[in-house]
C-alpha cells in the first residue's frame, strides 16, 4: 500500500522579472531598455516542461503584483512613482502599489498583463504544477494606488480619518501636522525634478512612527492597519472587523478565482495572528486545496501562526538554515540540529519549509557564504530529507549562481537583486535562448544540478522520506559512545514507514575524511523500525545515485553501530534491506 503526504514537495522559486532576461548589458542601474527584464510569456511550455521534469512540484512567481518602480507606464493611465520613494530602478516588489494589478515590466502588451499572467497560470497547471504569488500584508507602496481594482471596491486610506494617529477604521497609521520626510542618505539614480509631498506623514512599513525615517528603514513603504493600536500598548481592536481585514479578503480571494494555488505571506508575524486565523479560512472556503505559507522569525510565535493562524507553512530560516549556515561556513555545530527539532519544530516538523536560499538571503556560491556551491551539499540533503515538509530552491541556486557585481541600489552583497533590472549570467546559459537545456552549461554545472535533480526525485519517490517517521541518532554515538564520532560534524538518523527504512549519515567538514561507527540502539531496531535480527539485513546505498556500491557487512548492522568511512562534505543514505 503506497502511502501519500501532501506536505513534502518542491517549490522552485522563480524571480519572473529576472527568469527570462538574456539582455547581458547588466549596466549600474540600468534601464529596462538597457538591462532587459524577463517577461510572463517567457516562462512558455518549454521552461515549464524543463522545471517539471527537474523535480519542481510548485513554482513561486515572485514580483507579480504591480509596485512601485521608476519605469515610466502613465501612458498606459498606471501613474508614476516619486524617485526619492523608489528603491532601485525597477523597485522593490515589496512595495506594491496595486494588490488588483500586475506588474507592467512583466507583460509583452502592457494592456494585456493580467491575460498573460492568466495565461501563465493555465500553462503551470497544464504542466500539473502549482502556481504560487506573494501576498505583501503588512505594507504598501508610499503612492499606493489601485487603478484596476473591482467596481465598487474602495481603496486603501480612502475613508480615513487622517487627523488621529490611529483608527480602528483606518487603513493607515498616521503622524498628523507633520510632513514626511525622505530619509538622510537616499540618492536616487535619476533625477528629482520636484519635491516628494505627503501630509500627514504615514507611518513606516518596518513599524516607525515617525515622520522621518531613516535610510535603513523601509522608508518607500506604508504600515498598514489592521486593528493594532501600536502606541497604546498594542492594544487591539477587531470588533468590529477591521476595515484592512476585508480589503485583504477581498484580495486574496481575487487572486484565487484566478487559479493562484497558494500564496507566501510576507512578513507574516508583522500582521496580527487573529487576522490569518479569520481570513485563511475564508480563501480556503473559495478553494480547500490553497496554500498559505507565512514568512516568519520568530520561534516563539510558530505554534500560534499554525494553530490559530491556520498557516500550512513556516519558512524555517531562523532554525534550520541558521544552524546549517553556521555549520556550511566552518563556525557552527551539527549539534544545533538535534535542538531545533527538539525546541523548535519537532511535533510540527510537517509545517516547516526548508531552503538554502531565497531572494532575501546571500547565494551559496558567494565568498559571503560558502563561496563554493558543493560545500552546501549535505546540508541540502539534509534540509530535503529531515522531516516531511516542503523544500525550496531558488533559481540559479542548482547552477551555482554567484553575484560578484553590484547591480544597483542594492550594492554588490552576494544576492542577486530584487530592485533593479539585471541578467544571471549562470542561468542565462540554462535559458539558451529559451531552449532550457544544458548545451552552454559547464561540466561542473551539469554535475551541480544534476545532483539537484536527483535530490527532487529521491525526496519525492522514496516514502521514509515523503511520509515516514524520524529518528535523531545522535544521543547514542555523540561523547565518545561510538569510535571517532565528532558530534560538531557528523550527524546522522533514521526515516522509516511500514515500508522502507533509511539510515542517513552526513559530514560537513570540509577537508576531513572521517572513518566512525554509526549506531543503532536496540530500542529503534526493533519497537521503531520493528525489525528482527540485525543478521539478517544489509545496508544498501540509494543516495547520492552515483555513489559506487558501499561493501558493509551485515555483521557491521549490530547495536554497536555501522561501520563507514565520510568523505568531506558527504551526504549518504542507506537503505536496509533484507539480505
Not at 561556513?329 to 551539527?334: N, T
Not at 546559459?429 to 544534476?450: C, I, M, P, S, Y
Not at 566512525?516 to 535480527?533: E, F, R
Not at 556500491?549 to 536496509?576: K, N, Y
Amino acid at each position: 500500500m503506497s502511502v501519500v503526504n501532501k506536505d513534502k514537495f518542491i517549490i522552485y522559486q522563480i524571480f519572473t522579472r529576472l527568469f527570462g532576461n538574456q539582455t547581458t548589458t547588466n549596466k549600474v542601474y540600468g534601464t529596462i531598455e538597457e538591462n532587459g527584464c524577463g517577461k510572463f510569456n517567457d516562462i512558455d511550455d518549454t521552461a515549464l516542461a524543463a522545471l517539471k521534469d527537474f523535480g519542481a512540484t510548485h513554482l513561486w512567481y515572485t514580483g507579480v503584483l504591480e509596485h512601485a518602480t521608476l519605469t515610466d507606464y502613465s501612458q498606459f493611465g498606471i501613474k508614476a512613482d516619486h524617485p526619492l520613494i523608489v528603491k532601485g530602478i525597477a523597485g522593490s516588489p515589496y512595495a506594491v502599489k496595486d494588490y488588483y494589478d500586475v506588474d507592467p515590466d512583466l507583460a509583452v502588451d502592457v494592456p494585456n498583463r493580467i491575460q498573460e499572467f492568466e495565461s501563465l497560470v493555465t500553462r503551470t497547471h497544464a504542466h500539473g504544477l502549482k502556481a504560487i504569488i506573494d501576498f505583501i500584508p503588512n505594507h504598501v507602496a508610499r503612492q499606493y494606488c489601485s487603478d484596476i481594482r473591482p467596481e465598487g471596491v474602495k481603496d486603501f486610506g480612502e475613508d480615513d480619518d487622517n487627523t488621529v494617529t490611529f483608527s480602528p477604521s483606518n487603513n493607515f497609521y498616521y503622524i498628523p501636522n507633520h510632513d514626511f520626510i525622505v530619509p538622510e542618505g537616499h540618492t536616487p539614480p535619476i533625477p528629482v525634478v520636484t519635491p516628494y509631498h505627503e501630509r500627514p506623514a504615514k507611518a513606516t512599513g518596518n513599524d516607525v512612527f515617525q515622520a522621518q525615517p531613516s535610510q535603513f528603514d523601509w522608508y518607500e513603504t506604508v504600515k498598514l492597519n489592521y486593528g493594532i493600536d501600536y502606541l497604546d500598548g498594542r492594544s487591539r481592536h477587531f470588533d468590529p472587523t477591521p476595515s484592512t481585514w476585508l480589503k485583504m479578503r477581498d484580495i486574496l480571494i481575487y487572486w484565487t478565482r484566478k487559479g493562484v494555488d497558494g500564496f507566501r505571506c510576507d512578513m507574516a508575524e508583522m500582521v496580527p495572528v487573529e487576522f490569518w486565523g479569520w481570513v485563511i479560512p475564508e480563501v480556503k472556503r473559495e478553494n480547500p486545496g490553497v496554500i498559505f505559507i507565512a514568512e516568519i522569525y520568530n520561534p516563539f510565535e510558530y505554534r500560534n501562526y499554525i494553530n490559530i493562524g491556520k498557516f500550512d507553512y513556516l519558512y524555517d530560516k531562523v532554525g534550520l538554515y541558521n544552524s546549517l549556515r553556521r555549520t556550511i561556513e566552518g563556525h557552527g555545530s551539527a549539534e544545533d540540529i538535534t535542538r531545533i527539532w527538539q525546541h523548535e519544530s519537532g511535533d510540527f516538523s510537517e509545517h516547516m519549509l526548508r531552503f538554502l536560499e531565497n531572494h532575501d538571503e546571500q547565494r551559496i556560491a558567494s565568498r559571503y557564504f560558502a563561496g563554493n556551491p558543493w560545500t552546501a551539499l549535505p546540508a541540502m540533503v539534509l534540509s530535503a530529507t529531515l522531516h516531511t515538509g516542503p523544500l525550496m530552491l531558488y533559481f540559479g541556486q542548482e547552477l551555482g549562481v554567484d553575484p560578484t557585481q553590484q547591480e544597483g541600489f542594492q550594492g554588490e552583497d552576494g544576492r542577486t537583486t530584487i530592485f533593479d533590472y539585471w541578467g544571471v549570467p549562470e542561468f542565462q546559459q540554462w535559458v539558451n535562448g529559451g531552449q532550457f537545456n544544458e548545451d552552454l552549461l559547464t561540466t561542473e554545472q551539469k554535475t551541480l544540478r544534476t545532483f539537484y535533480a536527483n535530490l527532487n526525485a529521491f525526496v519525492l519517490k522514496n516514502e521514509a522520506v515523503y511520509a515516514g517517521g524520524f529518528y535523531d541518532l545522535q544521543y547514542v554515538n555523540i561523547d565518545g559512545q561510538s569510535f571517532n564520532y565528532d558530534k560538531t560534524i557528523i550527524y546522522s538518523y533514521l526515516r522509516h514507514s511500514e515500508n522502507q527504512k533509511l539510515l542517513f549519515v552526513y559530514n560537513f567538514h570540509t577537508s576531513r575524511t572521517v572513518e566512525t561507527l554509526v549506531k543503532v540502539p536496540q530500542d529503534a531496531w526493533t519497537n521503531v523500525l520493528k525489525l528482527g535480527n540485525t543478521g539478517s539485513y544489509k545496508l544498501k546505498p540509494v543516495f547520492p545515485l552515483e555513489v559506487p556500491q558501499i561493501q558493509l557487512p551485515a555483521a557491521d548492522i549490530t547495536s554497536t553501530g555501522v561501520h563507514i568511512e565520510l568523505p568531506p562534505i558527504s551526504a549518504f543514505a542507506f537503505e536496509i534491506v533484507p539480505k
